[in-house]
């Protein structure tokens, strides 16, 4: 049967897609090869939020279309919110690409590829609210580790986002069918669970009258062979009480809360279609502290909005003094077509808008390093992720790193350990965000 292999590009709500898909084209016999470039098809997985990943996106689907003829792909196939996004556009500019799909058609892609592989040039598109949202999954993550996605689309409609008009309307699953499917992994060796969706708040709103992630939370926990539960993409305005509660409380939850900020400023909030000023998400922050203790907050900036003067910047500013966050990203402002921010006036130069978010970075790598420093000494359990032949030592990360997006921790042994296994280390240095430990028996 032929070889299919997948370059997931984006978030890890793009990448748990993808695993949809490759789990459909196993199950209709196509064996499914890690290294693309040895593949009959290969399927480009894309992201089309803003401009730096869109790029990114496009140079990948040229650079596979490029090894056409000198290698075994046949057929390259273009997955994901590039395509959705721009599903008029993309089969005009991109004539290479033999395949250009809408996230619509991820489930009818095991036909689909028998088809361009039998030569034919496909351009098929369709409800957004089409693609599933369920069913089996081929990991691409580690063993260990798996992201949950309990929900697809959003209906914030953040000023600046292109996301809405590209997966649609917020769609939870049922927790039966999320239950369900950490149970299996559980069961499969998977032992921490990321829970993510556009906006984790706001699941269950849809299906059952109001959110529920806290309940959903309580039912995973209860899971025995779940290690780690992490909830990811937090939306300030819905972290409610129950939820602080359950994460204080459930020791298999990560003392860890992702919740993307964007700005401080009340003026360029309401002006991102958001709500909160600077006091209450100072308020919230706190909160959160006094009901976690040591929770480990993570939370994404944008540097640049239209419209953000000096004094608002300022204000920013402070924010990231204030709060210190323990983990924290900042982009200067991506100005997206389609969206109501792209036409805003007073659009800030692109150099000011950078200038911005490294100063951002600059403040952020201050508070990361302060926190780093009341890690020594500490010991905190780790998830082995495997060994870094480069500077020789076992590498692993804390309930205080996500995957992907934070630092991890590298340490010594003198005992076996594969990845996947949970052990005891005491962080003896620290470097910059990275800290550095000995395995504690
Ligand atoms: S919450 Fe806002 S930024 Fe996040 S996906 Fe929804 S609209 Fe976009």
Redesign the pocket.
Known sequence: MAKVGMVSLGCAKNQVDGERMLAKLAEAGFEICADPSLCDAVIINTCGFIEDAKRESIETIFEFCGMKGSTNIKAVLVTGCLSERYRDEMAKEIPEADVVLGIGKNKDIADIVKRALNGEKIAEFSEKTDLSIDGERLLTTPPHYAYIKVAEG?D???AY?A??MIRGPFRSRTMESIVAEVENLAEMGVKEFNIIA??STRYGEDLYGKPVLAELIRRIAKIEKVHWIRILYC?PERITDELLDVVAAEDKVCKYMDI?IQHASGKVLKSMNRAGDYNSIVNLMKKIRAKIPGVVLRTTLIAGFPGETEEDFAELCNFVKEVKFERLGCFAYSREEDTPAYDMENQIDEDVKARRADIIMELQMENAEEFSQKMLGKTVEVLVEGYDEEIDAMIGRSYMDAPDVDTRIYFVTNQDHYAGDIINVKITQVNGYDLIGEEIL
Do not use: E
């Open positions: 959003c914030n409609k953040c986002c996301i809405p556009q906006d939306y993307p």
